[in-house]
């Protein structure tokens, strides 16, 4: 029964339940692999061109946009809802995946292989499965004529691996239009579920619903001295400077900060569990581990992060270069950016220039509200003895682009997972791969949550 008395079947099946783990599997086998470098990034296109299709079959009217770059294909689909006064509700989900290699899988990574329960595949988790969730959503919607409360705007979405510049960002900039009526949106990356042991000896499965996620700043590191012979003497050298500026911000632990949304997540987990956290000790990250895997995304959340990623210097052995170049993934927190450069800045020190190759805002906003409540009721309509918890996200999603719109998002991409599955591994990790029961279970709550939003 769920919170408003509702008497929910979990097992019930619907037309978007009984093709859910097909679409997923038709997703994966589109190689969609973003590298960054828009020359040699593939498959968006023709995997938009597909999503269009299969929501013009069902009936729906469709807009294809490619967003500043040939092959970037984005796909919009309106269902009109009881009330047109009403603000809109977009559910988005990006089509793009990382690239993988296939040796190191067990699997083909763009095989979409149904085996041992699990749909198997590159973007299983981040984040296709979501995607087909809302495509089979979309679909049975419109083939038996339902009307939701309101708008729904499905928005399937190009290039959020790299960024989003020629995503949802390009599309805000370019295309405003098409986020008209839109005032709240779900997508990546919460509604998953993690088990936690109760005081009392019991389980307990919290659904973490992502209110707030760090900044996204992607740097360019550049360190420049004279070239030379490689034999002589040098007193200074490019790679030098710029590796011993790498290693000291590498190393560099960041200051610790609760934002609020961490701090209710913490607060959660202990009412339940019994388990206290305390952020003013220095160790915290010990404490967090009592929490399993999940504690790789909730330690990243109570400071700034500033991992070197990748180096770029020289052109033969011999020769001492001019210039060496370094790329550092940032990941800020709400309200941290300035400090966090100062400390950047002194951490490289003056002989080492720095530029932003991607930098997005942080976002965060209130775990409350009428579509909050509906998570929440969803959730508790198909687990009633679950509870829903806000938390921040370490990484980022196409929110930050559409919170430029004034658009209030939330990550809700529903799953119920069995408590030993190492799901934040999953995330761009070898073996990607999403439990059926999971996708079938997310299907009815999305279901839910969209009839009761």
């Known amino acids: 029964m769920s919170a408003t008395g509702e008497q929910v079947d979990p097992n019930r099946s619907s037309r978007a339940v009984s093709e859910v783990v097909e679409l997923v599997s038709t997703l994966i086998r589109f190689d969609t692999s973003n590298t960054g470098d828009p020359a040699t990034t593939q498959g968006e296109s023709e995997c938009a061109h597909w999503v269009a299709d299969q ?7 469709t807009e294809y946009v490619e967003s500043g770059i040939p092959g970037r294909g984005n796909v919009f689909a309106r269902l009109a809802g009881a009330d047109p006064d009403r603000g809109a509700l977009m559910i988005h989900g990006h089509l793009d995946v990382v690239p993988a290699e296939a040796a190191d899988w067990s699997v083909h990574p763009f095989s979409g292989a149904v085996r041992e329960g699990y749909v198997w595949g590159r973007g299983a988790v981040d984040m296709k499965g979501m995607v087909g969730m809302m495509l089979a959503v979309a679909r049975q919607f419109k083939l038996e004529g339902t009307v939701p409360p309101r708008d729904l705007v499905f928005a399937f979405i190009a290039d959020e691996e790299a960024g989003g510049t020629w995503g949802s960002h390009w599309l805000v900039d370019n295309r405003p239009e098409l986020f008209d009526g839109v005032t709240e949106a779900v997508g990546e990356v919460g509604g998953f579920s993690l088990t936690v042991p109760r005081r009392d000896g019991s389980e307990r499965r919290l659904y973490l619903v992502q209110t ?177 918890v806000p938390f921040m996200l370490s990484g980022g999603t196409d929110a930050k682009a559409f919170a430029r719109l004034g658009i209030r998002c939330f990550g809700f991409a529903p799953l119920q997972l069995p408590a030993e599955l190492d799901f934040s591994a999953l995330f761009h990790g070898v073996d990607e791969r999403v439990p059926v029961a999971s996708l079938e279970f997310g299907t009815r709550v999305l279901e839910h949550f969209l009839l009761h939003s």
Not at 55 to 61: D, R, S, T
Not at 272 to 289: R, V, W
Request: charged share 25%; hydrophobic share 45%.
């Open 212 to 388: 707030a996620e760090k900044n996204l700043s992607w740097m360019r590191l550049r360190a420049k001295a004279r070239a030379g012979h490689g034999s002589f003497l040098h007193e200074e050298n490019a790679v030098t400077l710029l590796a011993d500026a790498v290693a000291r911000l590498g190393k560099h632990t960041f200051p610790l900060v609760l934002s609020d949304s961490v701090a209710e997540f913490l607060a959660a987990v202990a009412e339940e569990t019994g388990l206290q956290f305390d952020p003013t000790q220095p160790d915290i990250e010990g404490q967090l581990a009592k929490l399993g895997t999940i504690s790789r995304i909730v330690g990243a959340t109570l400071r700034d992060t500033a991992n070197p990623t990748m180096l770029k210097a020289g052109y033969k052995a011999n020769v001492i270069p001019q210039t060496a170049e370094a790329v550092v993934d940032c990941r800020v927190l709400p309200g941290r950016q300035e400090a966090f450069e100062r400390e950047v800045d002194e951490l490289i020190g003056p002989d080492v220039e720095r530029e932003w190759i991607v930098k997005h805002d942080s976002y965060a906003t209130t775990f409350d509200g009428d579509l909050v409540e509906a998570m929440n009721t969803a959730v508790l309509a198909h687990d009633p003895q679950a509870r829903t």
């Open 55 to 61: 929501l013009h079959e069902a009936g729906f009217v």
